[in-house]
C-alpha cells in the first residue's frame, strides 16, 4: 500500500545543542570546514549514512544520543562556538560594506539553477555550480545580493548506466520540508503565495521556499501546490524537463513570478527592494516584461508609465549575462506561443507586439517566426556582459545582428570572466596546510604567494595524498556502476586495484554535448592504450559527465567510451564514473594531476572545471578556449593546438588529437615523472624520479600555478568585478531613472523615440583633410573635417568620431583607435562641419574614417540604441 500524505517530522533538539538546526540550515557549513567537522564529530558513521547532509543526520539521530550529546560539555562547547561563528559571520561588515552610500542597497540574481551543495540537488552543469559559487561569494564579500530561482520536485536527474553502457536516468522525488529549506509565510502562518495568470482563464500558483546561503537568501518557487490544476502542479518538476509550452510556463514562473516573489519577501522580511536586477542567461528574461507591468499599472503607481518609459526605466538597473556561445542553447520559442500566453491576463496594459518584439530576430539571418530569449534579454538590459575575454568576442559577433553597422568590438557585450568559491572548491587538506603554515586560510584570500615557501618535499606529499583520496573513491564508485550494471560481487574483484595513486592522473569531467568531445581521446584507441600501458610514463583518466536525456549523440559518446573503459587490459587505468555531481567533484577535482579540457573552439563559454582543479594545485592541459584562452601562460600547464579554419570536422579532429597525444607521451607524462627510470620500479613499473626522487620543474608548475591562477580565478575577483563595473552603474543610472517619478526616464524615452525617427535624415555628406604632406610620417598630424546634416537634432545630441587605424586588404580598418571631433560651424540647414586633429602614430598602412552616433547622458554605450551612420 502506498502512502496517501507524505511529511517530514523533525527533530526536537535539547536546548544545550539547539543551535544545531540552525547550524544545518544555513548552508554555510557547505563551504566551513569546522562546522561540517562538528556534525560529522557527533556521529561520524552517521554523517556517511547521512551523505552528509545535516539536516538528515539531525532527522536521523536518536532522541537517547540527543540527549547524551547535549551532557557532554565538549559536544555543547564546539556548538556554541559554531553559532557564534555564524552569528559573527552574518553580521559583521565585509569588503561590501566599504564601499558606502553609492553601492546598490539590494541586488536580485536570477538563475534557473543554482549549485549549492549535492543536499539541494537544484543544478546541472557548469551553469548552476557558477550561480551558487555567485551566491556563496556574494555571502563571504558581504554583497547584498537575493538569488531567485525555482524549486524543482526531482531537481536534475540521477544518471547510471545498463550493461551496454547506455545512460539511464531516474527521477528520485525531492520533499522541501526535509531540505534546508524555509516556507515563507504571511503573517498569519499560512504559505505566501504568488500567482500568474495562464491562457483560457487557467492561474498559476507557487510557493516561495528560502535557503539561507550564508548571508544570501536564495528564494525558490514551486508549483507543486494544491490551489493548482495537475500541469500547473508539474511545471516546476524537472531541471529543463518537458519543451513548449511546459519550458515558457517555467520560464514566466521564474522571471515573472520570480519578481513578485521579490515583492512579497521585501514585504514580509522588511528588506529592500532590489535597485539592481541580473539576469544569468536568458531563461528568466521576463523578469523585465514584468517590471515593465509594475510600471505601468496605475494601481502600482502614482503615475503610470508609458512602455517606451517603462522599458527604458527597467533597462537602466537591469544586467544580462550570457552563457552560452552555441546559437543552439539559446532558448527560442514560436512567435505564437508567447503571443498565446501573453494575450490574456498574464501583463495586463502591456502591448502584446512590443513584447513579440523583445525576442524578435528582425536581423539578416534571423528567423522572424521564433522568439529568442537571449535577444530579449538583451533588449531589456543596459548592461550585458559574456563570461571570459573570448566568449565576449564571440558574443560580439553573434550577436551583432541587433547592431548593424557597428563593428564588432563597438558591440556593448562587455565580459567579466568566471571564478570559482576557493573556500567551496580547495580541498580540506590544502586548506590546513595553509593555516598550519601560515596561520591563516591563505587560499581564502588574495595573497596566494606563500605556497613558494612550502617545501618540494611537502608539495608532493600532499598531492600524493589528495590522488590516494580520489582513488579511493573512484574505486567505490566503480563498484557500485558495475554492480548495477548487473555485475556480481565475485566478478569485481579487479575493482579494488583500479588506478594506482602513483600514477599520473588526468580527469575530465563536464557535461556531454558534442561540442565538448568527450571522445576525442578515443579517435586512436591503440595510442590511447600505449599511453595508459607506457611501461615508463604510464597515464590514469578518470571521466564523469552526464548527457542531456534527450541528446542521444551525447549517450552514444558516453557508451563508446564506457565500452572501451571496460576492456579488462585498461579498465585498471581509465575508469568511467557515473553520477556526476558536487559529492564526486570535492575529491576529483583536487585529486588530479592535470586537468583536460578539448571542446571545440571556440564554444567553450569559460569553462569553470579547470579552475576548481587549478586551485587544488592540478594543471590545465586545454584547448585555447574559455578562461583557459586568457590565462594559458606557459607554466601552469599546456595549450592543445587547434586546427585551422575550414578544416574538415573528422581532419579537425585527427589533428587536434594527435596533438593531445604527442603533448601527453613527450611532455606531460616525462615531466610528471622526472623522465628518470628507478631502478626499484622495474622495466613494468611506473618511472620514479631519482635524487631526492622528486620532479622538482613539475612542482615548480604546482606552485605557480596556486600562486598566480589563484586568485585570477577566485570568484572573489568575480564578485568584485561585478559589483564594480555592473552593479553600481546600474544602481546610479535605476536611482536616476526613478528620481522624482522617472521624470529622467519620461525625458530620455521621448529623446529616444525623437532621435530614432530622426536617424533616417542623418548622413555624412562629405569629409576632407589637411596638413598632410606628400610621404606623411609618424608624429604629423592632419585635420580632419566632416560636414553632417543632422535631420534637426542638435550638435549636443550626437558624436562625431574619427576611427583611425591600420588598413586590411579589403579596407577594413584594424587595431583602431577613437578621437571625438568637435562641433565647429553651423553651416545652416541643419548641416553642421565637425573637426579634429588626428596624430599619426603607427608606420605602415594607415587610414581613418568618420562615425555619427547618438550621444545622451544617460546612454551606458555609445552603441547603445543601434543607431550609426558612417562616411
Same mark, same amino acid.
Given at each position: 500500500?502506498?502512502?496517501?500524505?507524505?511529511?517530514?517530522?523533525?527533530?526536537?533538539?535539547?536546548?544545550?545543542?539547539?543551535?544545531?538546526?540552525?547550524?544545518?540550515?544555513?548552508?554555510?557549513?557547505?563551504?566551513?570546514?569546522?562546522?561540517?567537522?562538528?556534525?560529522?564529530?557527533?556521529?561520524?558513521?552517521?554523517?556517511?549514512?547521512?551523505?552528509?547532509?545535516?539536516?538528515?543526520?539531525?532527522?536521523?539521530?536518536?532522541?537517547?544520543?540527543?540527549?547524551?550529546?547535549?551532557?557532554?560539555?565538549?559536544?555543547?562547547?564546539?556548538?556554541?562556538?559554531?553559532?557564534?561563528?555564524? *552569528?559573527?559571520?552574518?553580521?559583521?561588515?565585509?569588503?561590501?560594506?566599504?564601499? @558606502?552610500?553609492?553601492?546598490?542597497?539590494?541586488?536580485?540574481?536570477?538563475? %534557473?539553477? =543554482? &549549485? $549549492?551543495?549535492?543536499?539541494?540537488?537544484?543544478?546541472?552543469?557548469?551553469?548552476?555550480?557558477?550561480? &551558487?559559487?555567485?551566491?556563496?561569494?556574494?555571502?563571504?564579500?558581504?554583497?547584498?545580493?537575493?538569488?531567485?530561482?525555482?524549486?524543482?520536485?526531482?531537481?536534475?536527474?540521477?544518471?547510471?548506466?545498463?550493461?551496454?553502457?547506455?545512460?539511464?536516468?531516474?527521477?528520485?522525488?525531492?520533499?522541501?520540508?526535509?531540505?534546508?529549506?524555509?516556507?515563507?509565510?504571511?503573517?498569519? &502562518?499560512?504559505?505566501?503565495?504568488?500567482?500568474?495568470?495562464?491562457?483560457?482563464?487557467?492561474?498559476?500558483?507557487?510557493?516561495?521556499?528560502?535557503?539561507?546561503?550564508?548571508?544570501?537568501?536564495?528564494?525558490?518557487?514551486?508549483?507543486?501546490?494544491?490551489?493548482?490544476?495537475?500541469?500547473?502542479?508539474?511545471?516546476?518538476?524537472?531541471?529543463?524537463?518537458?519543451? @513548449?509550452?511546459?519550458?515558457?510556463?517555467?520560464?514566466?514562473?521564474?522571471?515573472?513570478?520570480?519578481?513578485?516573489?521579490?515583492?512579497?519577501?521585501?514585504?514580509?522580511?522588511?528588506?529592500?527592494?532590489?535597485?539592481?536586477?541580473?539576469? #544569468?542567461?536568458?531563461?528568466?528574461? =521576463?523578469?523585465?516584461?514584468?517590471?515593465?507591468?509594475?510600471?505601468?499599472?496605475?494601481?502600482?503607481?502614482?503615475?503610470?508609465?508609458?512602455?517606451?518609459?517603462?522599458? *527604458?526605466?527597467?533597462?537602466?538597473?537591469?544586467?544580462?549575462?550570457?552563457?552560452? %556561445?552555441?546559437?543552439?542553447? $539559446?532558448?527560442?520559442?514560436?512567435?505564437?506561443?508567447?503571443?498565446?500566453?501573453?494575450?490574456?491576463?498574464?501583463?495586463?496594459?502591456?502591448?502584446?507586439?512590443? $513584447?513579440?518584439?523583445?525576442?524578435?530576430? #528582425?536581423?539578416?539571418?534571423?528567423?522572424?517566426?521564433?522568439?529568442?530569449?537571449?535577444?530579449?534579454?538583451?533588449?531589456?538590459?543596459?548592461?550585458?556582459?559574456?563570461?571570459? /575575454?573570448?566568449?565576449?568576442?564571440?558574443?560580439?559577433?553573434? =550577436?551583432?545582428?541587433?547592431? %548593424?553597422?557597428?563593428?564588432?568590438?563597438?558591440?556593448?557585450?562587455?565580459?567579466?570572466?568566471?571564478?570559482?568559491?576557493?573556500?567551496?572548491? +580547495?580541498?580540506?587538506?590544502?586548506?590546513?596546510?595553509?593555516?598550519?603554515?601560515?596561520?591563516?586560510?591563505?587560499?581564502?584570500?588574495?595573497?596566494?604567494?606563500? +605556497?613558494?615557501?612550502?617545501?618540494?618535499?611537502?608539495?608532493?606529499?600532499?598531492?600524493?595524498?589528495?590522488?590516494?583520496?580520489?582513488?579511493?573513491?573512484?574505486?567505490?564508485?566503480?563498484?557500485?556502476?558495475?554492480?548495477?550494471?548487473?555485475?556480481?560481487?565475485?566478478?569485481?574483484?579487479?575493482?579494488?586495484?583500479?588506478?594506482?595513486?602513483?600514477?599520473?592522473?588526468?580527469?575530465?569531467?563536464?557535461?556531454?554535448?558534442?561540442? /565538448?568531445?568527450?571522445?576525442?581521446?578515443?579517435?586512436?584507441?591503440?595510442?590511447?592504450?600505449?599511453?595508459?600501458?607506457?611501461? /615508463?610514463?604510464?597515464?590514469?583518466?578518470?571521466?564523469?559527465?552526464?548527457?542531456?536525456?534527450?541528446?542521444?549523440?551525447?549517450?552514444?559518446?558516453?557508451?563508446?567510451?564506457?565500452?572501451?573503459?571496460?576492456?579488462?587490459?585498461?579498465?585498471?587505468?581509465?575508469?568511467?564514473?557515473?553520477?556526476?555531481?558536487?559529492?564526486?567533484?570535492? *575529491?576529483?577535482?583536487?585529486?588530479?594531476?592535470?586537468?583536460?579540457?578539448?571542446?571545440?573552439?571556440?564554444?567553450?563559454?569559460? @569553462?569553470?572545471?579547470?579552475?576548481?582543479?587549478?586551485?587544488?594545485?592540478?594543471? #590545465?592541459?586545454?584547448?585555447?578556449?574559455?578562461?583557459?584562452?586568457?590565462?594559458?601562460?606557459?607554466? #601552469? @600547464?599546456?595549450?592543445?593546438?587547434?586546427?585551422?579554419?575550414?578544416?574538415?570536422?573528422?581532419?579537425?579532429?585527427?589533428?587536434?588529437?594527435?596533438?593531445?597525444?604527442?603533448?601527453?607521451?613527450?611532455?606531460?607524462?616525462?615531466? =610528471?615523472?622526472?623522465?628518470?627510470?628507478?631502478?626499484?620500479?622495474?622495466?613494468? &613499473?611506473?618511472?620514479?624520479?631519482?635524487?631526492?626522487?622528486?620532479?622538482?620543474?613539475?612542482?615548480?608548475?604546482?606552485?605557480?600555478?596556486?600562486?598566480?591562477?589563484?586568485?585570477?580565478?577566485?570568484?572573489?575577483?568575480?564578485?568584485?568585478?561585478?559589483?564594480?563595473?555592473?552593479?553600481?552603474?546600474?544602481?546610479?543610472?535605476?536611482?536616476?531613472?526613478?528620481?522624482?517619478?522617472?521624470?529622467?526616464?519620461?525625458?530620455?524615452?521621448?529623446?529616444?523615440?525623437?532621435?530614432?525617427?530622426?536617424?533616417?535624415?542623418?548622413?555624412?555628406?562629405?569629409?576632407?583633410?589637411?596638413?598632410?604632406?606628400?610621404?606623411?610620417?609618424?608624429?604629423?598630424?592632419?585635420?580632419?573635417?566632416?560636414?553632417?546634416?543632422?535631420?534637426?537634432?542638435?550638435?549636443?545630441?550626437?558624436?562625431?568620431?574619427?576611427?583611425?587605424?591600420?588598413?586590411?586588404?579589403?579596407?577594413?580598418?584594424?587595431?583602431?583607435?577613437?578621437?571625438?571631433?568637435?562641433?565647429?560651424?553651423?553651416?545652416?540647414?541643419?548641416?553642421?562641419?565637425?573637426?579634429?586633429?588626428?596624430? $599619426?602614430?603607427?608606420?605602415?598602412?594607415?587610414?581613418?574614417?568618420?562615425?555619427?552616433?547618438?550621444?545622451?547622458?544617460?546612454?551606458?554605450?555609445?552603441?547603445?540604441?543601434?543607431?550609426? *551612420?558612417?562616411?
Amino acid at each position: 500500500m502506498k502512502a496517501i500524505r507524505r511529511f517530514t517530522v523533525r527533530t526536537v533538539v535539547p536546548e544545550q545543542i539547539g543551535a544545531l538546526p540552525r547550524l544545518a540550515t544555513n548552508l554555510r557549513w557547505s563551504w566551513h570546514v569546522p562546522t561540517r567537522q562538528l556534525f560529522e564529530s557527533l556521529d561520524p558513521a552517521l554523517w556517511e549514512q547521512a551523505h552528509h547532509d545535516p539536516l538528515a543526520m539531525l532527522a536521523a539521530i536518536s532522541r537517547e544520543q540527543l540527549q547524551a550529546l547535549a551532557q557532554d560539555p565538549a559536544v555543547v562547547a564546539r556548538v556554541e562556538d559554531a553559532e557564534r561563528s555564524l *552569528t559573527q559571520y552574518l553580521s559583521e561588515p565585509r569588503w561590501y560594506q566599504s564601499l @558606502g552610500a553609492q553601492a546598490p542597497q539590494s541586488i536580485a540574481y536570477f538563475s %534557473p539553477e =543554482f &549549485g $549549492i551543495t549535492e543536499v539541494l540537488p537544484q543544478y546541472s552543469g557548469g551553469l548552476g555550480i557558477l550561480a &551558487g559559487d555567485h551566491l556563496k561569494t556574494a555571502s563571504d564579500v558581504g554583497v547584498p545580493l537575493t538569488g531567485v530561482g525555482l524549486l524543482y520536485q526531482a531537481g536534475y536527474f540521477k544518471q547510471s548506466l545498463s550493461e551496454d553502457a547506455w545512460q539511464k536516468e531516474t527521477y528520485p522525488l525531492l520533499d522541501p520540508d526535509a531540505l534546508p529549506l524555509t516556507l515563507l509565510r504571511e503573517e498569519d &502562518g499560512t504559505p505566501a503565495i504568488l500567482s500568474l495568470p495562464l491562457p483560457e482563464g487557467r492561474v498559476l500558483h507557487a510557493h516561495i521556499w528560502r535557503a539561507d546561503v550564508g548571508r544570501v537568501p536564495l528564494l525558490l518557487l514551486d508549483s507543486n501546490v494544491a490551489q493548482n490544476d495537475d500541469a500547473a502542479r508539474g511545471v516546476t518538476d524537472r531541471l529543463y524537463g518537458g519543451g @513548449g509550452d511546459h519550458r515558457l510556463a517555467q520560464e514566466l514562473l521564474l522571471g515573472m513570478g520570480g519578481v513578485k516573489a521579490l515583492r512579497i519577501h521585501a514585504r514580509l522580511t522588511g528588506t529592500p527592494a532590489p535597485e539592481v536586477f541580473h539576469t #544569468n542567461e536568458g531563461h528568466a528574461g =521576463f523578469l523585465g516584461i514584468e517590471r515593465i507591468r509594475e510600471l505601468m499599472d496605475p494601481a502600482l503607481t502614482s503615475v503610470p508609465l508609458s512602455f517606451n518609459e517603462a522599458l *527604458t526605466a527597467g533597462r537602466a538597473s537591469t544586467v544580462f549575462t550570457t552563457h552560452t %556561445p552555441v546559437p543552439a542553447g $539559446i532558448d527560442r520559442f514560436p512567435r505564437g506561443m508567447i503571443e498565446y500566453f501573453f494575450a490574456g491576463e498574464l501583463a495586463p496594459g502591456v502591448p502584446v507586439d512590443r $513584447i513579440l518584439a523583445l525576442g524578435a530576430e #528582425n536581423y539578416d539571418g534571423g528567423d522572424p517566426e521564433v522568439f529568442n530569449m537571449a535577444v530579449m534579454g538583451l533588449r531589456l538590459a543596459q548592461r550585458a556582459n559574456g563570461v571570459a /575575454k573570448l566568449h565576449g568576442v564571440v558574443s560580439r559577433e553573434m =550577436f551583432s545582428g541587433l547592431w %548593424p553597422g557597428f563593428d564588432h568590438q563597438d558591440i556593448p557585450i562587455t565580459s567579466v570572466t568566471n571564478g570559482v568559491h576557493v573556500p567551496t572548491w +580547495v580541498d580540506p587538506q590544502l586548506a590546513a596546510m595553509a593555516r598550519e603554515r601560515f596561520g591563516t586560510d591563505v587560499l581564502d584570500g588574495p595573497d596566494w604567494s606563500k +605556497v613558494y615557501d612550502v617545501s618540494d618535499a611537502d608539495v608532493w606529499a600532499l598531492r600524493r595524498r589528495l590522488r590516494s583520496a580520489l582513488v579511493a573513491d573512484a574505486r567505490r564508485r566503480l563498484r557500485s556502476s558495475w554492480k548495477k550494471r548487473g555485475a556480481a560481487d565475485a566478478q569485481l574483484a579487479w575493482t579494488d586495484a583500479a588506478l594506482d595513486p602513483d600514477v599520473l592522473t588526468i580527469g575530465f569531467a563536464r557535461r556531454v554535448p558534442t561540442y /565538448k568531445r568527450l571522445t576525442l581521446m578515443l579517435r586512436d584507441p591503440a595510442r590511447l592504450k600505449a599511453l595508459l600501458l607506457h611501461p /615508463k610514463h604510464p597515464i590514469q583518466l578518470v571521466i564523469a559527465g552526464k548527457s542531456h536525456p534527450a541528446d542521444d549523440a551525447g549517450k552514444k559518446m558516453i557508451q563508446d567510451l564506457v565500452q572501451f573503459t571496460d576492456d579488462p587490459e585498461v579498465r585498471h587505468r581509465i575508469v568511467f564514473l557515473p553520477n556526476y555531481d558536487i559529492a564526486m567533484a570535492r *575529491t576529483l577535482f583536487p585529486g588530479c594531476d592535470v586537468w583536460l579540457n578539448n571542446p571545440l573552439r571556440p564554444l567553450e563559454a569559460c @569553462g569553470t572545471s579547470g579552475m576548481k582543479a587549478a586551485i587544488n594545485g592540478s594543471l #590545465n592541459l586545454s584547448v585555447m578556449d574559455g578562461w583557459w584562452d586568457e590565462h594559458y601562460d606557459g607554466e #601552469n @600547464g599546456w595549450a592543445i593546438p587547434t586546427a585551422n579554419r575550414g578544416t574538415s570536422d573528422a581532419e579537425r579532429d585527427d589533428i587536434e588529437s594527435a596533438a593531445l597525444y604527442e603533448l601527453l607521451e613527450n611532455q606531460v607524462a616525462p615531466r =610528471f615523472y622526472g623522465d628518470v627510470v628507478s631502478a626499484a620500479a622495474g622495466a613494468a &613499473g611506473p618511472s620514479q624520479p631519482q635524487g631526492d626522487g622528486l620532479p622538482s620543474h613539475w612542482i615548480s608548475m604546482i606552485r605557480h600555478t596556486l600562486a598566480h591562477l589563484g586568485p585570477a580565478v577566485s570568484a572573489e575577483r568575480m564578485v568584485k568585478e561585478y559589483v564594480q563595473r555592473l552593479y553600481q552603474p546600474a544602481a546610479v543610472a535605476g536611482r536616476e531613472a526613478h528620481a522624482h517619478d522617472y521624470a529622467s526616464a519620461r525625458e530620455f524615452a521621448a529623446w529616444i523615440e525623437s532621435v530614432r525617427s530622426a536617424w533616417g535624415g542623418v548622413h555624412i555628406e562629405h569629409v576632407e583633410s589637411h596638413g598632410l604632406a606628400d610621404e606623411p610620417q609618424i608624429g604629423q598630424s592632419l585635420q580632419v573635417r566632416a560636414n553632417v546634416h543632422l535631420a534637426g537634432l542638435s550638435p549636443a545630441e550626437v558624436s562625431v568620431l574619427v576611427k583611425y587605424g591600420k588598413v586590411a586588404e579589403n579596407d577594413e580598418l584594424i587595431d583602431t583607435r577613437t578621437l571625438a571631433m568637435e562641433s565647429a560651424t553651423d553651416l545652416g540647414g541643419g548641416r553642421y562641419q565637425f573637426a579634429a586633429d588626428l596624430l $599619426i602614430d603607427r608606420s605602415g598602412s594607415f587610414g581613418y574614417g568618420v562615425q555619427v552616433l547618438p550621444r545622451h547622458a544617460a546612454m551606458a554605450s555609445p552603441a547603445e540604441l543601434g543607431l550609426t *551612420t558612417t562616411a
